[in-house]
């Protein structure tokens, strides 16, 4: 489960109440006392929608190699991949971490979630990452 004091208007997070299906990947559009007003895109009909959820049907979505090219990340050869004055690698093979660095210097944090990248982009930018391609 995230942390509420983690998210931010615009940041991605998946929708886990339905269960034995896929959960629909969610933005959220504001955050209420215990609820989140979010849009929603469901992926089989391709029809998008808005809504709200309580904070304890959402979780965080994996941070992959497929969502940093969707926000519009550059893959090098060595599997590093660059946005601006950010860039991001694997911090082994198999894990689900990755390093993030400044000027390819690194800042000692490793991130491994979608709304975290879009957080610290934020942070650092002034400016939200946007998704490149449909969900």
């Known amino acids: 489960m995230i942390k509420d004091s983690e998210l931010r208007i615009g940041n991605y997070v998946e929708y886990t109440r339905i269960q034995g299906r896929i959960n629909p990947i969610i933005r959220l559009l504001s955050v209420g006392n215990n609820y989140l007003d979010v849009k929603y895109t469901l992926k089989q009909s391709m029809r998008e929608g808005v ?5 304890s049907e959402i979780d965080s979505i994996l941070l992959t190699e497929e969502w940093l090219l969707k926000f519009g990340f550059i893959e090098d050869v060595r599997k590093v991949f660059f946005k601006g004055i950010i860039d991001v690698e694997r911090i082994l093979s198999d894990s689900p971490d990755w390093e993030v660095h400044i000027h390819g210097k690194s800042i000692g944090k490793s991130i491994n979630c979608v709304h975290q990248i879009q957080n610290f982009y934020y942070a ?11 969900l």
């Open 51 to 55: 809504g709200n959820c309580m904070f």
């Open 124 to 134: 650092l930018t002034g400016e939200e990452l946007e998704l490149k391609v449909r």
